[in-house]
T-cell receptor, first 112, second 113 residues
């Protein structure tokens, strides 16, 4: 079946540090890939997505590139802020399918 | 109200109780979803409704019973739950196609004693 594996947290960084959260996947077909973010007390929000190999999704300074050869979609940001503290979820969808398959989430804490 | 709202935000219930979770979306969407978010586990899709018809039911125990009376409202009726059902229950909605972006509510934190 389809699955997503993302790095275990928690991740703790100082403000302005570089962020990488690793995500790898296995899929039965050709997936679309997503990063969602969940701020404290809120629901998940779509952060960025990529629908085909070598696409780069980007939003709010975050980036992730769809790497088919390594089945990866790592999330990066060059300089994190305290307001980026949240749980980050990697997810995939295969084909025309309502179902999103999520990773377990990675808690990021950014200290001033 | 904007986006996807859920009530109550917190719920504590005994194993013999019956309660309902409510979700409302103010986005004009036609598809609605229930997810379960347990600690240390990936989000699990429970049910999907499209135009008030259930289109997915992912092997969820019958003690969870969804209801979608119209495209703006979704309920999850709960009865004779187990302590392991304690979790955050998230509602989401999307426009109408499977590939459309899902928008999530803040969730209901359920504790079963």
């Amino acid at each position: 079946g389809d699955s997503v594996t993302q790095m275990e947290g928690p991740v703790t960084l100082s403000e302005e540090a570089f962020l990488t959260i690793n995500c790898t996947y296995t899929a039965t077909g050709y997936p679309s890939l997503f990063w969602y973010v969940q701020y404290p007390g809120e629901g998940l929000q779509l952060l960025l997505k990529a629908t085909k190999a070598d696409d780069k999704g980007s939003n709010k300074g975050f980036e992730a590139t769809y790497r088919k050869e390594t089945t990866s979609f790592h999330l990066e940001k060059g300089s994190v802020q305290v307001s980026d503290s949240a749980v980050y979820f990697c997810a995939l969808r295969v084909g025309s399918n309502y179902k999103l398959t999520f990773g377990k989430g990675t808690l990021l804490t950014v200290n001033p | 109200e904007t986006g996807v709202t859920q009530t109550p935000r917190h719920l504590v219930m005994g194993m013999t109780n019956k309660k309902s979770l409510k979700c409302e979306q103010h986005l004009g969407h036609n598809a609605m979803y229930w997810y379960k978010q347990s600690a240390k586990k990936p989000l699990e899709l429970m049910f999907v409704y499209s135009l008030e018809e259930r289109v997915e039911n992912n092997s969820v125990p019958s003690r969870f019973s969804p209801e979608c009376p119209n495209s703006s409202h979704l309920f999850l009726h709960l009865h004779t739950l187990q302590p392991e059902d304690s979790a955050l229950y998230l509602c989401a909605s999307s426009q109408d196609r499977e590939e459309d972006t899902q928008y999530f509510g803040p969730g209901t934190r359920l504790t079963v004693l």
